[in-house]
């Protein structure tokens, strides 16, 4: 896969960019939490984002699309985890394209969101892929994207009543 905005891999058409929880940046005005852990075993480490069970909290990330991409939606899947709970949690995703002079100041696209079941605490969660993703602006190959990834927990569907920890956004494209 590609990492922000490298080229990304392509297969079947699609191509993907994987974000890691380590290059998100939480908002100031309800921004997740942060954390790095090791696992007890097999020593894996694991940059991870919190997203309480109470509030939507979100982070952000500008990645510049690379010259495959053809301007148009995106979609996104999520791979997080849980410590602890059982339930279902509700990502979404919602981007802003930036060109020459733009202020930076504007409002994002429609976010679209999905829902993913807890099946273990502790193992990898790989959501089905959201629904398109408009996103604002005009959207161009090299130009910069801010995405915006949150937790819908104000939402019916979202009970998992821990935190949910994301370890990255995979952004899909044709």
């Known amino acids: 896969m590609g990492f922000f905005g490298g080229g990304g891999a392509s297969v079947g058409g699609a191509t993907n960019i994987f974000i890691p929880a380590s290059a998100w940046i939480p908002r100031t005005t309800t921004g997740c939490g ?11 480490n694991w940059d991870e984002l919190l997203f309480d069970s109470g509030a939507d909290e979100f982070a952000q ?15 996104a899947r999520f791979q997080w985890t849980a410590s602890a709970g059982s339930g279902s949690v509700i990502w979404g995703l919602q981007g802003r394209a ?9 409002a994002m696209g429609t976010a679209q969101t999905v829902t993913d079941t807890l099946l273990a605490t502790n193992d990898m969660h790989i959501s089905d892929a959201t629904s398109a ?24 569907g979202d009970t998992i009543a821990n935190d949910c920890r994301l370890l990255g956004v995979e952004i899909i494209f044709n």
């Open 34 to 44: 942060v954390d790095s852990r090791e696992t007890s075993t097999n020593r894996t």
């Open 61 to 75: 990330v500008v990645i510049v699309m690379p010259n495959n991409y053809n301007n148009g939606t995106v979609t």
């Open 98 to 106: 930036f060109a020459d002079d733009d202020a930076l100041d504007t």
């Open 133 to 156: 993703i408009t996103i604002a602006g005009t959207p161009a190959a090299n130009r910069p994207i801010l995405f915006q990834v949150y937790r819908d927990a104000d939402a019916a």
